[in-house]
Structure formats: C-alpha cells, structure tokens
C-alpha cells in the first residue's frame, strides 16, 4: 500500500496516541497478494482493491476511492496525506473502529477512532419543575439537522446523548455547537418560537469520559393547555439516511397546526400532541423525497406503524433575493423554508426541515435539495440585528408562501430587510416578578411606538398602540398595564416603530423579548 502513505499515517495516530486521546487502529486493507500487480492489465489485487504505482514508484494494491472498496472492516477509503488511497474509519457508519469508541473528524487531518463524547441533562415541567419521563431529546446543529440519536428520558427526567465531536491535531476537542431539541407528550415541543434553543459547545466537555452537563443542558417544557383528544403517531422513515426527518402530522395549509417529531438514526420516529382523526404524515430533509401516508389517531392512544418511504432524491432549487437598508448592527442574514403546514400567522413562526436553511446572505441566495411540499419563505428570522421590513405598504416585505412539485422555484419579489430595534428587555427567558417594565432602544424618525405581549401559545395578552416616541439616544420604556399575568409562564414582547403617515419603521426581532414570569 505504499509505505510512505503507512508512515504518515502511523506518524499522526501516534501524536494523537501520545495525547492520550485516542485508541491507535491502524487502517487495514484487505489481505494483498504476494508480488507486483499489474496497472495495465487490472490483475494481481483481490476484494476490490486497484493496482496503483505507489510513492515508492513500485506498483501496489491499494483500495479504490472511487468505489470505495478494499477496506476490512467497516472503514472507508479516502486519499491519503501523500495523494495515495488509504482506509480510515467511517464517520457516517462508525464502522473501522473497535467496540466503545467512535470514529470523528480530525480538523485538518483524516477520521480517527475515539472515545465517545456525552451530552447528558434533564428534561422538566417549567411551571413546577417536576422531571418529564418520556420525553424524546435530540441534539441537532444551526442548519436543523440531527447530529445524535434520540434519547428518551428516565423517571427522573435525565437524558445522555452521544454527540459526535471533531478533534484537532493534537486530539483535543475542537469546538462544535449544538442546540437541543426536546419533545414530550401534552407538551409543547422545545424549541418553538419564541424560545430559543441555545448554543452548547461540546468542545467544554470535561472528565473521563469526556461528558457534558450544564444549566444550558436542562430543558423546561410547557405544558400543553388542554391536551385532551390528543394522540400521537409512531412510525420509521424508511430512507438510507433517515437520521433527523422532520415528520409533520396534521395541519392544513394556510391554517398551521401541524405537529412533528424527528427521526433516529434507524428512522423510527414519534409525533406527539396529534389531534384526534384522519390525518396526513408527510416527512420532509433535504435532499429526500418521500412517500406520505395517512393515520387514524384516536385520543390518548398510540397509533403505530405509520411508515415514509423514499422514492428518490430531492433536486428542486429555491432562489431569491434580500435587500438590506439601514440595517443598524446587522450584515447579513438567513433564508429558511418553513412547513406551511406547521407555520402560526400570528406568531409568524413554524419549523423548518433539516437543510433548508442558507446563512450568510446578504444579496442573492439559493436553497437546494427541497422536496415537494408548501412552505412559507422567512427571511432575518434568526437573531442577527435584522428584520423582515414590517411597512407592508411596499414590496417585497409580506409573507411569501411557494408550493414545490418536483421543479426549481425562483422567487419573483426579493425581500426587504431592515435593522431591528435593539435590546429588548426582559429577554432570554429571564425571570420577572412584580411590575414589568418593557424597554428597548429608540429608533430614528418614530411618531410613536406599539407594543404587544403574547403568551408562549402566541395568543395576545395585552397591546398599547400609542407608546409616545423619544428623543436622542435614549431607552423607551413601557409598564405592562394589562390582566395579572400567570406565574410560571412564558411571554413575548414584540414592540413596533410608526412614522408619521401610520407606515412602520422597524420591530424587534422573532425570537428576542422573551422572558418568564413568577
């Protein structure tokens, strides 16, 4: 196989080695036969490894990248650090690696075998902090895609994901955020807008083995406010990859409802909170096109074997355009194309299926690989300074629904985007007892303001329409002056600029103003 392409290798396992990070396998290739092959003839290897001419400029056996064949073992062949192919472990079947370790990227090198990385935490009712047994918790990255399994919470509430991790050269952990999932029966799942789930950097895992467990790992959950004549759905994706298929049971387009859940690594998948009756499942991930299916859920019952097949890839474009004016903090945004079956108009929320999210936009964008299905295009959802223009007197600034049937889809109107007003305050789930006071930083060129509080189900509470403006760099303040609010509950302010004429100027963002009551 070349001994340089060896050499190299066994040079990098071994560094690692001495690091104490990882347990050394040399990447082996099937048995070679004795003797030079042949380039010319294609004869003289076996198991569907190919005679190359080695660094050496003798000929040898080496596995095939092409085909990825002539590796033992589960591993995989890639190209080596001297151009040659080698066998490395495989980072999507974790095959090549011995039994209690996992196979992870190496920044800057070649996959190696490790010990697991955990993620572990504890899932509660956040009105009365008891521990939730039952629910499903996944850790997923900022594109929505599931990169653990499903866990399933004990009678105390706890969970432990194992979470892939890549290293550096050294074998230390590199960094890599992921945001949590978590869904439960007669809960609302975690997150849905306007919580939001926060960056964990699994690289601050500690101890031996290498675990991760903080304030940020535990999830409070909502109780559903009356779940009686729900059901739930359980079924597989049946799909090469099924791992992180967003299923959607129920709804109806222009209407939202729909309720989801993600699938695991062999597919099986749960939706809870499913209204009783007939209704429609369909599975959505980039670049996966699937077959859809009907149940019949009976309240408090458990209908099984609701089954997705995939019927070929997914190969339709979206493509668009975002203009940004007077974007404040802002540069750039994000594209995503939420399921219209799952999408609140009220709340201007829903969720979106892995991969069918485009970041750094700034001008054109595009989103490939997007099955079949109506959606809801957002813009400048994500907290990043900016904001969906809310003047909907002028182009570009409504809500932009598309249906796509097997075809690529260019967006005639482009969108307008904004910077947002800043610093809404409470925010990020903070606690607040007693008066509530609302505030944020004042815009440029306002008449007045309006301000709105809606609770976590995205219902109004109380609105003001006649916040009087403010002059110079200062803060606008407001006192809620509504019903008594409920303890343990979360809520949502979103606060609108007006000009003169009653056109808006700019609002706070989607998902900022969120705080907890007690």
Same mark, same amino acid.
């Given at each position: ?132 047994? =039952?629910? *499903? !918790? @996944? #850790?997923?990255? /900022?594109?929505? &895609? ?7 919470? $004990?009678?105390? +509430? ?85 791992? =992180?298929? *967003? !299923? @959607? #049971?129920?709804? /109806?387009?222009? &209407? ?7 699938? $695991?690594?062999? +597919? ?87 991969? *069918?999210? @485009? #970041? ?159």
């Amino acid at each position: 196989m070349g001994q340089l392409r060896t050499s190299l290798w066994t040079l990098a396992a071994a560094n690692l080695a001495a690091a104490g990070m990882i347990a050394v396998m040399t990447p082996a290739c099937d048995d070679e036969p004795e003797g030079e092959c042949s380039i010319e003839e294609g004869t003289g290897c076996a198991n569907g490894q190919e005679c190359l001419l080695g660094a050496d400029d003798q000929t040898h056996c080496a596995c095939s990248v092409d085909a990825d064949t002539g590796c033992a073992g589960g591993q995989q062949c890639l190209e080596g650090p001297d151009g040659e192919p080698a066998c490395y472990c495989n980072t999507t079947t974790e095959g090549g690696c011995e039994a209690g370790l996992v196979c992870e990227e190496v920044v800057g090198g070649y996959p190696a075998c490790f010990a697991p990385v955990t993620l572990g935490g504890m899932v509660f009712d956040l009105a009365t902090d008891a521990a939730i047994e =039952g629910a *499903l !918790v @996944v #850790a997923r990255d /900022a594109n929505f &895609a599931a990169v653990s399994g499903v866990a399933v919470t $004990d009678a105390s +509430g706890s969970y432990v994901l194992t979470v892939p991790v890549p290293r550096n050269a050294d074998g230390s952990l590199s960094e890599a955020l992921v945001f949590l999932r978590a869904d439960a029966q007669a809960y609302l799942t975690f997150p849905m807008a306007p919580r939001v789930a926060l960056p964990i950097d699994m690289s601050q895992a500690s101890g031996d083995p290498l675990h991760l467990e903080s304030s940020a790992t535990d999830i409070g959950l909502i109780e559903i406010a009356d779940p009686d004549g729900l059901g739930t759905i359980t079924g597989t994706v049946v799909a090469e990859v099924p791992i =992180g298929t *967003l !299923v @959607v #049971a129920g709804g /109806a387009t222009e &209407a939202g409802g729909g309720v989801t859940g993600i699938a $695991d690594f062999d +597919g099986t998948y749960t939706v809870f909170n499913v209204p009783a009756g007939s209704v429609a499942v369909r599975g959505y991930k980039a670049g996966l096109q699937l077959t859809s299916a009907t149940a019949e859920v009976a309240a408090s019952a458990v209908t099984e074997g609701v089954d997705l097949t995939a019927v070929g890839e997914a190969a339709s474009v979206v493509s668009g355009k975002v203009e940004i004016v007077n974007p404040g903090d802002g540069s750039d945004t994000s594209v995503i194309l939420v399921v219209d079956e799952t999408f609140n108009p009220t709340a201007a929320r829903g969720e979106a299926p892995p991969g *069918l999210r @485009v #970041a750094g936009v700034d001008g054109d964008f595009e989103i490939p690989f997007v099955p079949d299905g109506n959606y809801v295009v957002l813009a400048a959802f994500e907290n990043d300074f900016l904001v969906r223009d809310p003047d909907t007197s002028i182009g570009g600034t409504g809500l932009v629904r598309i249906t796509v049937e097997g075809g690529s889809l260019a967006l005639s109107d482009g969108f307008k985007i904004t910077g947002s007003l800043d610093e809404p305050s409470p925010d990020n789930e903070e606690l607040v007892s007693g008066p509530v006071e609302l505030s944020w930083n004042d815009d440029s060129g306002e008449d007045h303001y309006e301000v709105r509080l809606y609770d976590a189900y995205g219902n109004l509470v109380w609105e003001k329409t006649d916040v009087p403006g403010v002059s110079g760099d200062a803060r606008v303040v407001v006192t809620y002056e509504g019903d008594p609010l409920s303890s343990g509950t979360l809520y949502q302010f979103r606060a609108v600029s007006i000009k003169n004429g009653g056109s808006p100027i700019s609002i706070t963002e989607d998902l900022r103003g969120v705080f907890l009551y007690q």
